[in-house]
């Protein structure tokens, strides 16, 4: 999986180098380099870690090419750490960071894509790779504490507003596959999410 990852990442790096020559042809009114992050509540619910909520959040970066005046395809490539972090303790003596709950982070590489419903709003799309790293408890009777990490895929949709030709918000839903050897680390995220377009 690990020569998957890589040559997705060299596929991703010469369709943008491709785009620089194909610009001109396109319309440029929702393509080109982009940023996002997103923050929000993360949710297992299996096995051991049934209905826990967390703290997750995840960086990405890529271009997207316009393919017509209100549809935009691109390529992505982000970090996120959906697993063990409670913002409500910040404002008290709890810790932030708890080593015994549920800890998933990981790198994704994928494709993205934007429809624009009016100048205003749009729905996004996401799917692709998910090389992982996790900690948690095993599905068993007497559930046992691993160390794991594999590569599997993630997925997402949202809706979003842009505030200007280069600035959107928006709300999303992602899901990030993450099982081994009996422990499952699989996590939904709902987020809050705030893009820049360059």
């Known amino acids: 999986m690990k ?10 790096t010469g369709l943008l ?24 509540r993360t949710a297992i619910n299996q ?20 393919l017509a005046p209100s549809f935009s395809l691109g390529a992505e490539v982000g970090y996120n750490d959906l697993g063990n972090i409670h913002a409500k303790n910040i404002f008290n003596s ?44 095993s599905n068993d009777v007497n559930p046992v504490r691993k160390s794991l990490s594999d590569n599997s895929w993630y997925g997402g949709v949202g809706v979003g507003y842009n505030l200007s030709q280069n600035v959107s918000v928006g709300l999303n839903y992602d899901y990030f596959d993450a099982k081994k050897h009996n422990v499952d680390l699989s996590t939904d995220m709902i987020s809050a999410s705030a893009e820049f377009r360059f």
């Open 94 to 137: 709890q810790p932030v960071v708890d080593p015994g709950k549920s800890q998933l982070h990981g790198w994704t590489a994928g494709v993205n894509a934007h429809l624009d419903l009016s100048p205003s709003w749009y729905l996004s799309g996401r799917t692709g790779l998910y090389s992982w790293t996790g900690h948690g408890l």
């Open 17 to 40: 180098a491709v785009s620089a020559a194909s610009a001109q042809s396109a319309p440029a009114d929702n393509g080109g380099w982009f940023i996002n992050g997103n923050v929000g």
């Open 47 to 66: 096995g051991p870690y049934s209905n826990g909520h967390d703290t997750g959040y995840a960086l990405n970066g890529g271009y997207r090419w316009s």
């Open 3 to 12: 020569k998957t990852l890589l040559a997705l990442a060299i596929a991703s």
